[in-house]
């Protein structure tokens, strides 16, 4: 199965991504883990990403096609796409890639949220750089404050999470990324809306329906 999981920073897409990868056994293809990897191992990619990601812009775009192509090609067929399309551009590389490949994806899952509910998200939100886990302080808070329930260690909360950078990354959703979903439309493919302002379960389960009834 091949996806694509869309919507705003902070709509979930991390979160549903890690259940969806354990139920239909497929590669989680997060742009924003590959890039903060690069970052930690201060390669050359990670540092031209820095500033951007720094200031809630966006990386550009070709240094993002061949990064996701790449690790696309390494999944074999078998992977969720979180944060790429994230431009036109983007979408663009994508489809050509795949056309090339003989590929198509099979379904486009776009998350529903309200920009004043994805404020507080990602305020509230706190990660564990070793695996990757993502915990909320009120909505998905840890057994133990501050800690990874996996037993990691401490839990961090993203630079690009304070507020000014979150003002800033909203504003790149809507200039730029919200038109990935036009560009698919306007090619008859279908969407796939969910709303994700619910409790994280019943996001799961309305996302588990629609890939069954795909997979069936
Ligand atoms: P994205 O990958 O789209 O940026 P995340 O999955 O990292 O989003 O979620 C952003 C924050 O919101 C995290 O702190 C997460 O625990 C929390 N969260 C995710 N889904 C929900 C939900 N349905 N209800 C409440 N909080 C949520
Ligand atoms: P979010 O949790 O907000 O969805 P991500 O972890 O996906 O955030 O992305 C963090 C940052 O990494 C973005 O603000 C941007 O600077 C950069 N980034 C991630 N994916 C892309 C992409 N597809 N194109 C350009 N920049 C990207």
Redesign the pocket.
Known sequence: MRLILC???????????KRIVDKYALTHL?S?DILRAERAGGTELGRKAQSYMDSGGLVPDDVIIGMMIGAIQKAAGRYVL??FPRTLPQAEGLDKALQEAGEKVDAILN?L?DDP?IEN??T????CPQCGR????E??PPKVEGQCDQGCGRLVQRDDDKPDVVRNRLKTYHEQTEAVVGFYKAKGRSIINVD?????D??TSAIFDELDAIKR
């Open positions: 919507g705003p920073p902070g709509a979930g897409k991390g979160t549903q991504c997060s924003g979180d944060g998350l949220v509910v998200r990602l509230g939100r706190r990660s993502v915990y909320h302080i909505n998905l994700a302002d619910r409790d994280i019943e996001v």
